[in-house]
């Protein structure tokens, strides 16, 4: 009993370091963000184009560098990539400050990109190697509420800030990303422990007749293809929500639509500290079918309501289903991946998310200006639905967590 008791407690420390150094960093990151749009057509003159440009440089190398990042991470260590990361953040901040030109500005962005990727990344492979096995799924989750509090804090300190010019926004970000540093080497570098982190079938585990994965599956591991498909479909839901929810409820005579989004961003954050267990208790895989599910019934609320209650009703049912998306999807690429290629596997999966955004950002612009913006919720709601069948044909593991087990048992 007290064998089981040592295995199920939660790291708290090590957990504070590791949270804390994600929400300082990009605390740091997002300050920056409603601020460069001004910077940019300021300081250099330029229009809108260089405006998305430096604005969503960071997008692309964190899309292509989220595998690498997990696969370093997995081979030189959690602390060292992520306090790299962190790092990086900082030296885009102090970056600002030079006067690099509009190139410049675009290759320091290319830069605080890559920091991203690897402080998001190695982070989260780190927290499921902290975490007793029975509560993977819920520190995900918790690890990606951290991360929006830093997002929505960061925003609104960048745009405060501003108010005392562009070089304190400059020195905010900077010395945010070093305090986030500080929290990250905080932690101890412990070596692994013979604790597995995940339960992998035997088949995916390299064995010694077994056959050596190519480069293209180091970087892309199988286990986290299909998880990751599920999650690129499933973004397309969140991007209508926050291009086309307030002009969607304008167009019905409701000018508050902000307060729709307000409510989806509560109810996701809240979801996670409240129930984010779940993919723990009752399995990754039946969690993620409702999760998909729940955000679909929302869209379709969304796209049909009549007025800002019920608009704001299907916020809620999305932002419950959505929130549990990510972290059930996750766990079933931690339960497949071999415990070596946990880095690559997760980095890998998160960078579906990018790619998902990216994707869609551009389509849903399309499908609002031929089919009117209800058609955006609708084709948000196909592709949840579409994400749950991806989870679907996922193959189960060979071997449950024991929560599920417990569960399926006294039913």
């Avoid at 910077?39 to 690498?68: K, M, S």
């Avoid at 167009?251 to 307000?262: E, M, N, P």
């Avoid at 679909?296 to 916020?315: E, M, Q, R």
């Avoid at 994707?359 to 196909?382: D, E, H, K, R």
Wanted: glycine letters at 14%; one cysteine or more; a positive charge.
């Amino acid at each position: 009993m007290d064998a089981s008791a040592e295995g199920s407690r939660i790291p708290r420390l090590a957990l504070f370091g590791v949270f804390g150094g994600l929400f300082c960093g990009y605390l740091g990151l997002t300050a920056a963000i409603p601020v460069l749009p001004g910077f940019v057509r300021e300081r250099f003159g330029a229009g809108d184009l260089a405006v998305g440009l430096v604005v969503t440089a960071t997008a692309l190398t964190a899309l292509l560098v989220r595998p690498v990042s997990g696969h370093l991470a997995d081979r030189y260590g959690h602390r060292r990539v992520m306090s790299t990361g962190a790092l990086l953040v900082a030296a885009g901040g102090l970056l600002y400050f030079l006067p690099l030109g509009l190139g410049g500005l675009v290759a320091v962005r290319l830069l605080v990109g890559v920091g991203e990727a690897s402080l998001f990344t190695a982070g989260a492979v780190w927290v499921v190697s902290l975490a007793p096995h029975e509560r993977r799924g819920q520190l995900i989750g918790l690890y990606g509420v951290s991360m929006w509090g830093g997002i929505s804090a960061g925003t609104f300190l960048g745009a405060t800030l501003l108010n005392l010019g562009y070089g304190a926004v400059w020195g905010f970000t900077t010395a945010a990303a070093l305090l986030g540093l500080l929290l990250i080497l905080s932690v101890p570098a412990a070596p692994r422990t013979g604790r597995p982190t995940a339960q992998t079938p035997a088949a995916q585990t390299p064995g010694d007749g077994g056959e050596r994965p190519g480069r293209w599956q180091t970087l892309l591991p199988r286990p986290a293809l299909l998880p990751g498909l599920a999650l690129a479909l499933a973004s397309a839901g969140y991007a209508g929500v926050a291009a086309f929810v307030v002009l969607h409820l304008q167009a019905r005579g409701t000018g508050s639509g902000v307060v729709a989004l307000s409510v989806f961003s509560a109810v996701y954050a809240g979801t996670r500290l409240v129930i984010g267990h779940l993919p723990d208790r009752l399995g990754a895989r039946r969690v993620a079918t409702w999760s998909g599910v729940g955000e679909a019934a929302g869209l379709a609320i969304i796209a049909l309501a009549p007025n800002l209650p019920v608009a704001v009703i299907g916020s809620v049912v999305m932002g419950v289903g959505f929130s549990l998306l990510h972290p059930s999807l996750a766990l079933m690429v931690m339960d497949r991946a071999d415990p070596s290629a946990q880095g690559a596997a997760l980095g890998a999966y998160t960078s579906f998310w990018d790619l998902g955004l990216s994707v869609w950002g551009p389509l849903i612009g399309v499908v609002a200006a031929v089919f009117g913006y209800p058609a955006v919720f609708v084709a948000g709601a196909c592709c949840a639905l579409g994400a749950v069948a991806v989870a679907l044909s996922v193959r189960p593991p060979d071997t449950e967590p024991a929560a599920v087990s417990r569960v399926r048992s006294t039913s």
